[in-house]
């Protein structure tokens, strides 16, 4: 029964978007139509964290995606680390003590609800705005969104002509690029460069992609000696 929902739910994205350039965009907002969630967002990953947005579905899950990869932490991390799903049914109650640099930009994008389902090489993302579990059956269904979401990923990854919400994979090569400069100019290794990116992004209340731009182009310096950093 699962594997017939999973084919559903993949021909209707496919249907919407028989060229494949708005595939992710077609199975999220399919996800918010099934389920009574609010919204939905699918993210790249990689060991080191969140690597990009893939697709969003409103500017709320456009926020969540933004915080987890700017932080490098959240549902989405825990998620795809544990290869888990994460459900987190009060944010407000739990989140403060779990993630508690994420907790505050979540709960103030209006966010009380949400549930990270790993995927292969990502995360796919659902969020409320009112506190609360997942019944069994929408649990049922989000599984079998999150089965079909893993192709739907793998087909961004490999290349294939899949529009994005952002730049992800300029994101990403800029993010990595970026902390090899940051790692050179402070004189730290490369995981804790990109604490120093993700932790200057989070206080200027910037994207990480961003911010990554303005240090490979030197208008932002982590030299110690600069004044800047």
Request: one cysteine or more.
């Amino acid at each position: 029964m699962a594997s017939r929902r999973v084919a559903e739910i993949l021909r209707a994205a496919w249907a919407e978007s028989p060229d494949s350039s708005g595939l992710p965009a077609s199975l999220t907002a399919a996800c918010v139509r099934s389920l009574p969630v609010s919204g939905v967002g699918m993210a790249l990953m990689t060991d080191e964290g969140p690597a990009g947005i893939i697709a969003a579905t409103d500017g709320a899950a456009m926020e969540l995606e933004e915080l987890q990869f700017t932080l490098g932490e959240g549902p989405c991390v825990d998620a795809s680390q544990t290869g888990r799903p994460v459900l987190q049914p009060d944010l407000a109650l739990t989140a403060p003590l779990r993630w508690p640099a994420f907790a505050g930009g979540a709960l103030e994008a209006g966010v009380r609800a949400l549930f990270a389902f790993p995927l292969r090489v990502g995360v796919l993302d659902l969020y409320r705005d009112r506190a609360g579990p997942l019944s069994a059956d929408d649990l049922t269904e989000a599984l079998s969104f999150a089965d079909a979401a893993t192709p739907v990923l793998l087909n961004a990854q490999a290349g294939y002509p899949v529009l994005s919400p952002v730049p992800v994979l300029d994101d990403r090569a800029e993010v990595h690029q970026a902390t090899g400069v940051v790692s050179v100019q402070a004189a730290v290794g490369l995981a804790e460069a990109l604490v120093l990116l993700r932790a200057r992004a989070f206080a200027d209340q910037r994207a990480l992609g961003n911010l990554a731009r303005d240090v490979l182009t030197g208008t932002v310096s982590f030299r110690k000696d600069d004044g800047t950093g």
